[in-house]
């Protein structure tokens, strides 16, 4: 079994990490999680400068250092990606709601819809508790155009600041444990729109465990015939002739050490996995994956132990298991779930302004109050910007965009939101005057 780097930590700004399948022409959708990709790319950054970097850098870019994904994560526990399988019926209901399970009872769900069960969650015996997670985004001006290219507005999405993420490093390579781990001393910075103030995590925690990830909602005991096989991450596997498929049953029996597997019935999506590679400046090729949180009901022939679906946990199936992909979970009890509830934001407040130190209920107050003044005055900058008076005036759509995008983009610090605005008011009327002097002049 391999050791595992468990990592955990807050973004104390906001951060996003561009999901490319999901973006659209004007408009850069954020993944609400950190995926391996990224931490794999910041350690390896980090390491370059070493002078003995070509040494270990065939290590770090193999299968024995695997990057997981960094999920988000409520009272210490890290949530895991939502099982896909479920269908609710379409009244609305407060608090716990029945969700029927298509895998494993086999109805049909006529009249049903798909069971929203948010991005993440927590299985809680019979009930899986979901979470949404809050997302941002700021609007800025497309400059240094092309020729007959025309100056449109775009769209960044990011996360909100104030979530901890727990992610995982499996390191077989005991060199390199403690350079790996010295990555995350302190603060990092993850993903793009650094230079906008975006991606500063600081790290709560990052110490060595032997123990496996997710352990605690593995099945316990060995499974005889059948069992339901989630994935954490997105996979793909190589078929016998070596094109990209789903999952191959006959490689994925001989890892799980069963024979004659075949996947009775599922509950998957599919998506379109991409990436840019920096040695090449260019993307590389696209990969069609099964989505994390697909769940397959396995059957077979002969007893699955539990120490092969630890090992298959443990190194993952697929192809790119190095950046996080391939990571699967055999859910105990799936078959019991019954019940849905919405779970309130798991996010913690953020200190933006240092205060003096208070005790007592005067400091939660004092933390409960910066949290509401900073919500009232993102709301007055947002009204502000969609409701002031000047937009009956002569405004362009590009300074509109450009005070709500200072709105969006100083949110965790309203004085400087305030400094962004009010200057760019000043420059904006200076500017209508001299132009208004020029066209006296002329006439």
């Known amino acids: 079994m391999s050791d595992y780097l468990k990592i955990v930590m807050r973004n104390v700004e906001p951060v996003r990490v561009s999901d490319a399948a999901t973006s659209q022409s004007g408009q850069t959708m954020t993944f609400r999680y950190l995926p391996g990709t990224a931490i794999r790319g910041l350690v390896i950054n980090a390491l370059a400068a070493e002078p003995d970097f070509e040494q270990m850098k065939k290590i770090l870019f193999s299968s024995r250092i695997r990057y997981l994904n960094a999920f988000p994560t409520d009272h210490d526990q890290a949530l895991l990606p939502s099982p896909k399988g479920f269908y609710e019926d379409k009244t609305d209901v407060k608090g716990k709601k029945e969700i029927r399970n298509v895998i494993a009872d086999r109805d049909s769900c006529e009249g049903y819809k798909r ?8 299985i809680n015996g019979d009930c899986v508790d979901y979470y949404q997670i809050e997302t ?94 989630m994935l954490l991450s997105n996979t793909a596997m190589r078929g016998a002739n070596g094109e990209i498929c789903g999952l191959d049953p006959e490689k994925l029996g001989a890892q799980l050490g069963v024979k004659n597997l075949r996947i009775e019935s599922c509950s998957a999506s599919t998506v379109i996995v991409k990436g840019y590679s920096r040695v090449w400046k260019g993307p590389v090729p696209s990969v069609t994956m099964y989505e994390q949180g697909s769940v397959f009901l396995l059957r077979y022939d002969g007893t699955l132990t539990k120490e092969r679906m630890y090992a ?24 019991k779930i019954r019940y849905k509830q919405a779970v309130p934001d798991c996010r913690s407040i953020v200190q933006v302004v240092d205060a003096p130190k208070i005790t007592g209920d005067d400091e939660t107050l004092k933390i409960a109050a910066k949290g509401f003044y900073r919500r009232r005055l993102q709301q007055a900058l947002n009204r502000y910007v969609v409701d002031h008076p ?41 500017k209508e005057q001299k132009n208004r002097v020029q066209k006296e002049k002329t006439v």
């Not at 069971?115 to 927590?122: P, S, V």
């Not at 192809?319 to 078959?335: K, Q, S, T």
């Open 312 to 335: 298959v946990c443990d190194q993952g199936i697929g192809i790119r298991v190095n950046e996080g992909f391939g990571r699967v979970l055999f859910l105990e009890h799936y078959d």
């Open 136 to 229: 941002g985004s700021d609007l800025k001006i497309k400059i240094n155009l092309k020729a007959g290219e025309k100056q449109n507005v775009f769209r960044n999405e990011y996360i909100a600041a104030g979530y901890v993420f727990t992610g995982y490093i499996a390191v077989e390579e005991e060199s390199l444990k403690e350079r790996i781990r010295s990555v995350f001393d302190r603060q990092v910075i993850l993903g793009s729109g650094r230079s906008a103030g975006l991606g500063k995590c600081e790290i709560l925690e990052c110490t060595y465990t032997d123990r496996l990830p997710y352990e605690e909602v593995l099945v316990k005991e060995e499974q005889p015939s059948s069992c339901y096989m």
């Open 115 to 122: 069971a929203a069960l948010g991005r993440f969650c927590r």
């Open 390 to 430: 000047i937009k009956t005036e002569k405004i362009s759509d590009s300074q509109l965009g450009t005070l709500e995008s200072f709105a969006a983009a100083y949110k965790y610090d309203p004085q400087k939101a305030k400094c962004m605005i009010f200057d760019f008011l000043d420059y904006a009327g200076e």
